[in-house]
């Protein structure tokens, strides 16, 4: 994915004139960008006379590896390349580091943080046709309403088991972080005066109390021992919808529930990656430059584009004591990479042909 080329690169001597001579300023790019940090892993192994220590960090590896698809692929992505072998895992990986090391009642305990080679994480889903996202947290309000037609009621807040058990299980791999509805009797009665039409209901009366344009609905439609989930998530203007039936179900049964919260979590968290993919397919390049003198501005701009996940790569082709001339490899279109730039509050020209930083 990444060609070697035979320019400069970023962070390396960016050379200006002061008084007529020529000194050396040295700027080192932030290295987090270029790598996945997988953090908090707990590993426990018995400790008797089959204690392995490789085994135990080939352990922690895979359910590192584990946690990164989770993160940033579609469930059918992850489904692509579920079968990874250690020695392609390990390939992978940039560093990792143990910490809290103990043994403790007859077992070892230890906590790891794995960090993998973005680039090399990039080129292996390439390969494998995989666009994966970025890894962008948002905020979901969330509304969770189970409407129990054997008794033909609906149901909301801490008398629906969904809404009691929708965080009890959270990952720390999931991008959406779901605000959960607020009690409120007056919905709860508008609710239930709408049931009927609960499926082409549309929930702004509730929703502008809570500023956003941006909320997650799940409905819940339990019938004698079947359930029917109507999930549907409203972003940007568009809005995505998935049904799921299951039977022999039992509400009072927790694995249950907490089984089917997860799928309900999934379609959300997935239409959310597919949202924010990266198309690594897409090579447009950039030129930009910048006034070597604003050696700050110079650090700043290096560091965010060492972080971004749509850019694939970065270098200096020319320099002098006037301007750096910099060319990026962008996975998306031109006025995405400009959004992103003013949300760092850099102002690009466009009207020439290399854009110039102001």
């Known amino acids: ?20 001579i020529f000194n050396i300023c040295f700027i080192h790019t ?52 579920k079968n990874t072998q250690l020695k392609d895992i390990k390939y992978l990986i940039d560093s990792f580091t143990i910490t809290n090391e103990q043994f403790l ?40 309403i189970l409407i129990d037609n054997d008794e033909d009621n609906a149901i909301l807040f801490d008398r629906n088991p969904f809404y009691k058990k929708w965080n009890d299980d959270t990952k720390n791999f999931s991008q959406i972080n779901y605000v ?58 568009k809005v995505k919808i998935s049904n799921q039936s299951y039977k022999k179900f039992d509400i009072s049964d ?20 597919q949202n924010n993919q990266i198309n690594t397919s897409i090579k447009l390049p950039i030129n930009i430059s910048i006034n070597s003198k604003k050696v700050k501005q110079i650090q700043l701009i290096e ?13 200096i082709t020319s320099f002098n004591n006037n301007n750096t001339i910099y060319k990026i490899i962008f996975n998306g279109n031109p006025n ?4 992103l730039m003013k949300e760092k509050d850099i102002d690009i020209d466009t009207n020439l042909e290399i854009w110039k930083v102001r």
């Open 303 to 315: 560091n965010y584009l060492a972080q971004l996940d749509l850019v694939s790569n970065f270098y």
């Open 105 to 144: 009642n007859k077992n070892y305990q230890a906590n790891f943080e794995v960090n993998f080679d973005k680039p090399k994480i990039l080129n292996f889903f390439e390969k494998k046709n995989i666009f994966p996202s970025m890894y962008k947290k948002k905020e979901f309000l969330t509304l969770l």
């Open 1 to 20: 994915m990444f060609l070697k080329k035979n320019f400069l690169k970023p962070s390396s001597y960016i050379v200006f004139t002061i008084f007529v």
């Open 30 to 81: 932030n290295t987090f960008g270029k790598i996945f940090k997988i953090q908090d892993i707990e590993i426990e192994e018995p400790f008797n006379s089959n204690f392995n220590k490789e085994k135990v960090i080939n352990k922690a590896f895979v359910e590192a590896f584990d946690i990164l698809l989770n993160s940033l692929i579609t469930s059918n992505d992850k489904n692509k390349i």
């Open 254 to 273: 927790d694995l249950q529930l907490l089984n089917i919260i997860e799928k309900t979590k999934i379609f959300f968290e997935d239409i959310w990656k």
């Open 180 to 237: 959960l509805h607020e009690e409120d009797i007056l919905d709860l009665k508008f609710i239930n005066e709408n049931k009927d039409i609960i499926e082409n209901f549309k929930f702004d009366q509730i929703v502008k109390k809570y500023d956003t344009e941006d909320y997650i609905v799940a409905i819940y439609f339990k019938n004698k021992n079947n359930l029917r989930v109507l999930s549907k998530m409203f972003y940007e203007g």
């Open 336 to 339: 995405q990479f400009l959004t």
